[in-house]
């Protein structure tokens, strides 16, 4: 492989046109064989790893890299994390470091999940060259986490690769590796029948089971995966004597379809106890679509009012807060213990 020549670029440093006064722009090394200009400091910390050896030596590479994003604003640890995923960067030898430098990164302080971010990384890689990187990281070591999990089902995603999806979820229950809301997402919002239901006008399966039988192969069987762990439903679930809540945030449409049908579940399986406690207040957490890319039109909150109409739910938004439907629990449980018989 040909590795370009690095040269020395300094932008302009100050912009005297602000208010306050910005700091310098980093200093790039612009990489002539068309990877990612690199800053001095990432330059610097790929050095490190490479002079020390450090790719053979799990220890010092874990905390070089926790040192490096520690003492780097968040500029220039994308901007080398950047530089690894680029198809075309100076350092292929440290490839297998991609997915440990993401995961120091998705701790620090200044990071906010940022799904455009992944959606612009996860493309430079194409599928082999991540499982190649997945493969090289595990052998030298660095454990796969759920947050690098999800970077790889969403490049299965990115390439309509639905069908790699299962084994690898299979791999991490077999790892211990918890599914997350972002797990979800990256599952469901690739399976283009799922995504048909949730975002058409028309009903829904509304049990797992009836949306099971009417999906094709593979998203039947990435559906029974994801809700074989309730990990995540466990997560987004607060049931106590005075309420029980199902909290929707950071749910994209096809997880939050998903999620009520599990919840639907899991409330008729305590409800059929007889000294099951019924909580007083039922709430069902959607938010208002302040995120959302129409602001104020949530599409989880349409998604959620058209179940509650199919399902003829006594559940009805909160007039305290649009964001929520609610009901009496009393109410929800006879509505659900009819709907065994």
Sequence with gaps: MVVGILTLTIPSSWNHHRRHCLRPTPPL???????????KQAHRFFSS???TAAVDDLATANRLIKKFVASSPKSIALNALSHLLSPRNSHP???AIAFPLYTKISEASWYNWNPKLVADLVPLLDIQ??????????????????????MILSSYGAYNALPKMVPWLQKMKALEIPFSIRTYNCVLNSCPMIMSFVRGSGGFPVSVSELVNV?????????KE????????????????????????????????????????????????EECVVPAQITVVCGTGK?????????????IKAMMVQMKSP???????????IAKGQVVRNWLIQSLD
């Design 49 to 51: 790893l490479t002079s």
């Design 226 to 273: 994801l809700v074989e762990s309730s990990s995540v439903l466990d997560e987004a679930m607060e049931w106590d004597d005075l309420e029980l809540k199902l909290d929707l945030h950071g749910m994209h449409s096809g997880s939050a379809y998903l999620i009520m049908l599990q919840w639907i579940e899991e409330m008729k399986s305590r409800f059929r106890v």
């Design 93 to 95: 030898h440290l490839s």
């Design 315 to 325: 559940m009805r938004i909160d007039r305290k807060n649009i964001g929520c439907f």
């Design 29 to 39: 090394i612009k990489c002539e064989s068309g990877g990612v200009p690199l800053t």
């Design 129 to 150: 060259d991540m499982e190649r990187m997945v493969r090289k990281m595990e052998i030298e070591g660095f454990g796969v986490d759920t947050i690098s999990s999800n």
């Design 215 to 223: 999906l094709d192969e593979v998203e039947a069987l990435l559906v």
């Design 291 to 303: 995120h959302s890319s129409v602001r104020g039109e949530s599409p989880v909150k349409t998604l």
